[in-house]
């Protein structure tokens, strides 16, 4: 038992766990911002399609976008071959909001999982502390008061890293974690801005 209070003392299973957490953090970071580096692109392309709409060139605007990397192009795709084909009015607008909502929610995929390293690693990184300071003033206890300073100040010095590491690997998930929110709320507004100005183009048209 003791020496299972020692290993929490140096915070050695908190420091693993930590490291995992981490890596994990990483290769979030790195997922996301493969799949949300394009989602906010093709603006120029979408008011190039919206033009050729406008004119009654249908088929260059359905081109434009055919090829579009970011929600806002595949859901305006969408729009325009299905008002090609004749659907609108409520049924088209339903279909629209629940592809919208679809995009959205796939890019929000895994975000939660991020917040929560944020929000786990300092708690963690206090709990190691806490054991580590629990561990050092037993040995001062034990020693009745003789203890050397040295000992005790590098036992606590051990346990203080936990609290270190739990913010270090909680700052990077946070800021990512805001930054890729800050993006996918952007990308919404883009779809729902492209979306709209379809709509609008093909009811005065």
Do not use: C
Not at 8 to 14: A, D, N
Not at 71 to 84: E, I, K, T, W
Request: a negative charge.
């Amino acid at each position: 038992m003791t020496a299972f209070w020692e290993l929490l003392g140096t915070g050695g299973p908190v420091i693993a766990l930590l490291a995992l957490m981490s890596a994990m953090s990483l290769t979030l970071i790195g997922v996301k911002l493969a799949q949300l580096w394009r989602v906010r692109s093709g603006e120029d392309m979408r008011t190039s399609a919206l033009e050729h709409w406008k004119g009654g060139d249908r088929h260059a605007a359905m081109a434009a976008v055919s090829d579009g990397r970011s929600p806002a192009d595949r859901v305006m795709s969408y729009a325009m071959q299905a008002l090609n084909s004749g659907l609108k009015g409520p049924r088209l607008e339903g279909e629209l909001l629940r592809r919208g909502n679809e995009e959205v929610a796939q890019m929000n995929s895994l975000i939660r999982l991020l917040e929560l390293v944020a929000m786990v690693s300092p708690l963690l990184g206090l709990l190691g502390t806490v054991l580590g300071m629990i561990q050092s003033f037993q040995e001062l206890e034990l020693a009745q008061g003789a203890a050397n300073a040295s000992v005790l100040a590098g036992g606590i010095w051990q346990a203080l890293l936990t609290t270190a590491a739990g913010l270090l690997v909680a700052i990077p998930a946070a800021i990512a974690a805001g930054l890729f929110a800050a993006r996918i709320e952007g990308a919404a507004l883009h779809i729902e801005s492209a979306v709209g100005q379809l709509l609008l183009i093909n009811e005065t048209s």
